[in-house]
């Protein structure tokens, strides 16, 4: 009697086992009504008035703001000058990497730029650089933050290599994006008067108080054999070098644009404005490009001409859809909600049943 107890309640431990080891491995999620989906949720019901209407709200509205920002994009005045190769010898225009390898040639260049239209002040002065890969991952990785922001940072160069410490100690800032600082110059004159150039303000206000520290000073920076670009002031905290500041927010496309400065006076229609460059940056190794431009800015920003042409694009497609299904609902209307045209209603024909 007890060996057949025995057996009883093993099988019923067995039991008891089984269906908690069932329970345990099951995949069944825990009742819900969000796994259920069983929140509440708006539907729709796209009928042809609802779709015609919003066809057309999102006409009206999209064509009028493309004509604006078209409006405000041609009324943005800028000037383009490509001088990579024009700012070569004729001597070096078949070996353009010697020339600008070579320390002892003349890398100065002057340029005559024409003002098509009355340029108000600010005039934006930037360096636009193609087929240069800023986005690259080691490129970008190639710094330290922790230094850029304390002095306490200094020796924080484990991802600067192979620009992170001379014999004289770590390099600050440290890796290949400040390495590869832009170091080409312009000097800008009207009628044989100098335009001052204004390089304060240009870099965002949150490098400056929080990404670039006030104790931080350059060290050992461009002193190796290979030089990579512009040097740096060692007497002025990196807070306040600006043009640093500007060329280490890294761009995401392999063409971009950076701010160089501001040109506080208005530049009138049809004048001549002779560019002293100074062209000392190598884009001729990797096939790059180089040019000078001048903008004023509207209400949206610089010229931009796409913007615009999207939203009249989109404007005008969607008033065609409206107009079209206006034209067939018309022409062909049929009962909503009509369930002779379910898949499963239809004859082998095609046609409802």
Not at 45 to 64: A, H, S
């Amino acid at each position: 009697m007890d060996a057949n107890g025995a057996t009883t309640s093993s099988a019923a431990g067995g039991g008891s086992n089984s269906k908690s080891s069932a329970k345990k491995n099951s995949r069944k999620p825990k009742y819900s009504r969000f796994t259920q989906q069983e929140l509440p949720a708006c539907k729709p019901v796209l009928t042809p008035g609802l779709v015609i209407t919003t066809f057309t709200i999102i006409g009206i509205i999209f064509i009028p703001l493309g004509l604006v920002s078209l409006s405000a994009s041609e009324h943005v005045v800028e000037i383009v000058d490509r001088y990579d190769d024009s700012c070569v010898p004729p001597n070096y225009s078949n070996d353009k990497l010697k020339f600008i390898q070579t320390a002892d040639t003349n890398k100065s260049c002057v340029r005559i730029l024409s003002v098509p239209k009355l340029m108000k002040k600010p005039i934006y002065i930037y360096y636009q650089l193609d087929n240069y890969y800023q986005n690259h991952r080691r490129y970008v990785k190639s710094r330290s933050d922790q230094q850029l922001r304390s002095k306490s940072g200094e020796k924080d160069v484990s991802d600067c290599s192979p620009e992170d410490r001379t014999k004289n100690g770590p390099i600050v800032p440290c890796g290949l994006v400040a390495w590869s600082l832009f170091n080409d110059t312009y000097g800008f004159s009207l009628d044989s008067k100098t335009i001052r150039v204004n390089k304060h303000d240009i870099a965002w206000k949150s490098d400056k108080d929080h990404k670039f520290g006030n104790d931080v000073y350059p060290k050992n920076f461009q002193t190796g054999g290979l030089i990579g670009g512009a040097k740096l002031n060692s007497s002025l905290p990196l807070s306040e070098q600006e043009a640093l500041m500007v060329w280490m927010r890294t761009a995401a496309l392999p063409t971009f644009r950076k701010l160089y400065g501001k040109i506080e006076e208005d530049l009138p229609a049809n004048k001549k404005i002779q560019v002293v460059i100074q062209n000392n940056y190598n884009t001729y190794s990797f096939g790059g490009k180089k040019k000078l431009v001048l903008s004023t800015t509207s209400w949206m920003g610089g010229k931009n001409d796409f913007l615009g042409i999207a939203y009249i694009v989109v404007g005008g497609l969607c008033l065609f859809l409206a107009v079209f299904f206006i034209l067939l609902y018309v022409i062909k209307p049929r009962p909503l909600g009509d369930p002779s045209y379910l898949s499963w209603n239809k004859s082998p024909s095609g046609q409802p049943n």
